[in-house]
């Protein structure tokens, strides 16, 4: 059965059914023992309970700050004693105190290459830059946004035509296929971090991570 996963969404979930799908082909070889989501109506959700995953919901506009819920957050999540937290879509920021908790088994999907563009409205930054080229990145969470050890990343070219919702379309595909190798690679044991760098099967990874395409 593999790895125990808890995944963290807000909204569409379509890095979420790539790991639904890795699963289910057999590519991944780890249980989704819970969907989580701060936003109540995310369609995330729904693709959950349609692969017939739990799913629980804990709204950040019952919170009266950050820290309060963080830590509602991280005793829901220790409920459920995941191996590897993702955050795929999850659009919050988390304190350090929970990133502490979880250090070394919580993972993150970004739409660029980091160190290019943290943040959001990566796509847009991309283009007004007239970016050559940009992609996706997963990486381990610390406390630094968007600024963890990178496991793999993915690169797409730009194009003159390109808008943010083309040019994300293309990215997104990437998301698809870097997210659950990631996680594969973790289920394996094949992951480790020495020194703020990722190694594979014990040697490093390149400086920005492998690039796919
Ligand atoms: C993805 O582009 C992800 O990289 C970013 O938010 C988007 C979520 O898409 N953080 P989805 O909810 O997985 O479809």
């Known amino acids: 059965m593999g790895i125990s996963v808890a995944v963290l969404v807000s909204g569409r979930g379509s890095n979420l059914q790539a790991i639904i799908d890795a699963v289910q082909h057999g590519a991944l070889r780890a249980n989704i023992g819970v969907v989580i989501s701060n936003v109540p109506d995310a369609y995330g959700l729904h693709r959950a309970q349609t692969a017939g ?9 019952n919170f009266p700050d950050r820290a309060s819920y963080d830590l509602s957050l991280q005793e829901l999540i220790d409920e459920y004693r995941p191996d590897l937290i993702v955050l795929a879509g999850f659009m919050r920021i988390l304190g350090d105190r929970f990133v502490r908790h979880f250090a070394g088994r ?3 999907i970004h739409p660029s290459l980091l160190p290019k563009y943290p943040g959001l409205n990566t796509h847009g930054r991309a283009l007004a830059d007239k970016a050559s080229e940009h992609g996706a990145s997963v990486h381990f969470v610390t406390e630094d946004l968007d600024a963890g050890p990178i496991i793999i ?4 070219p730009v194009y003159d035509t390109d808008t943010p919702d083309t040019l994300a ?3 997104l595909e990437q998301e698809h296929h870097i997210l659950p190798q990631a996680m594969a690679w973790f289920a394996e044991g094949r992951l480790t971090i020495t020194d703020g760098r990722v190694l594979l099967d014990g040697e490093p990874r390149p400086e920005q991570g492998l690039r796919t395409s």
Do not use: P
């Open 106 to 108: 919580i993972i993150n």
């Open 53 to 61: 995953v739990e799913t629980r919901v804990l709204d950040h506009q």
């Open 153 to 156: 990343q993915s690169v797409v």
């Open 169 to 171: 379309a293309r990215v």
